[in-house]
């Protein structure tokens, strides 16, 4: 009797704490005590992390493969320069193929292979941890095993970086660019010394000059040391060569190549340059902005160059004559530079208007330019 009636009250009990779980399921039971669910799913989590690959700071591929690079030495990670270029000097001496003998004290067990390919990894080492960048990207590598992409990076552009140091590759190439620079202004310059030779105002001037110099007085010459016409033609030409390079006066493009105007001296004498401009230009406002001073020739010259937007080169190719026309008509002025330019579109439009070639021109854009292209089709 009381074993039933103990038996009825474990089972109402029972009931009671299985009550609220069927509540709160919506009449279904889970089968299943909420302490084994966790462990179930603590168990699956271990097992999926257990499963991952271990991660390893040593990659094959990388700066010494499986093998740290400081126990191929023999060193610490505290260990200096100097005491990693004597580990790797002892270590050479040893495994060098030229110098490894098999058999001897401390290669025992080494054949000629396996110590050619325990001496690369030894230089291999040895090169890693020489330079500081190399070793203290290897040295993160170590400490930061996870970062596997950051590793990759950090080693291949170390390797795949030019050796050379880039101010001496930038050196060389404004070096080169001035060489080239320089022979080509001096075969230009030539080349308008021949055409010059060919326009009779300056050849005629040379010649004036060398006959009063006695240099084209042709005197006869007898027996061996006599001359054809041309070996006396030649040397004539030769002489007014020489005359146009040194005596005439040359401006502008056919100015002979100067040294100074190559990039590299352009690019060392910039500050002189620069502190000469700060300098003139310093008294160009004491003297005509603060001081009033009236403008000489050559100031005269330099604000009618401006005006015109040409460059030093571009206005000494301009005839004196040109030049004296400026001054007289006081283009220093920029009201009289207004009106002489304007004079000058006038002129120019009036020249284009009665040129015949520019009349064909017009011609032709009209009855057969781009606007009357015809396609064929194919």
């Not at 050479?92 to 067990?109: C, I, L, T, V």
């Not at 001054?327 to 009289?336: C, F, S, T, V, Y």
């Not at 304007?342 to 021109?361: H, I, L």
Request: glycine share 6%.
């Amino acid at each position: 009797m009381s074993s039933a009636v103990s038996d009825g009250t474990a089972g109402r009990q029972t009931a009671e704490m299985a009550a609220p779980g069927e509540r709160s399921g919506g009449g279904r039971s889970s089968g299943c005590p909420r302490g084994v669910k966790s462990w179930w799913r603590l168990a699956v989590l271990l097992l999926s992390v257990s499963s991952l690959p271990a991660v390893s700071a040593l990659v094959e591929g990388l700066y010494c493969g499986k093998e740290v690079c400081y126990d191929v030495l023999g060193v610490t990670r505290e260990a200096s320069k100097s005491d990693i270029a004597r580990a790797y000097r002892q270590l050479a001496r040893r495994y060098h193929p030229d110098r490894f003998r098999p058999g001897e004290p401390g290669s025992e067990g080494e054949t000629q292979e396996s110590a050619h390919n325990k001496f690369l990894l030894i230089a291999t080492a040895y090169e890693t941890l020489k330079d500081e960048d190399t070793r203290r990207d290897y040295d993160y590598m170590l400490d930061h095993p996870e970062e596997y992409y950051q590793h990759y990076y950090a080693y291949y552009r170390r390797r795949l970086a030019p050796k050379v140091d880039v101010r001496v590759v930038v050196l060389v190439t404004i070096c080169a660019i001035s060489i080239f620079q320089y022979y080509s202004w001096h075969s230009s310059y030539n080349e308008a010394i021949n055409y010059l030779m060919t326009v009779p105002k300056y050849r005629i001037q040379a010649t004036e000059i060398a006959k009063q110099q006695g240099l084209l007085n042709r005197t006869k010459e007898k027996g061996k040391n006599r001359r054809s016409k041309e070996e006396i033609r030649e040397q004539e030409e030769e002489v007014i060569r020489d005359i146009i390079k040194n005596k005439i006066d040359i401006k502008g493009g056919y100015q002979k190549p100067n040294l100074s105007d190559i990039l590299l001296c352009q690019i060392v004498l910039f500050p002189y340059y620069l502190t000469n401009y700060v300098a003139w230009y310093v008294s160009w406002v004491y003297r005509f902005t603060i001081c009033r001073e009236e403008y000489g020739v050559e100031e005269k010259l330099y604000i009618i160059r401006r005006y015109m937007k040409l460059s030093q080169t571009q206005f000494d190719r301009l005839e004196e004559s040109t030049k004296q026309t400026f001054l007289d008509k006081q283009l220093w002025i920029k009201e009289n530079f207004e009106v002489y330019r304007k004079e000058q579109e006038e002129e120019m439009k009036v020249k284009m208007a009665t040129d015949t070639r520019m009349k064909r021109y017009r011609r032709w854009m009209k009855n057969e330019g781009p606007g009357r292209l015809t396609f064929i089709d194919d």
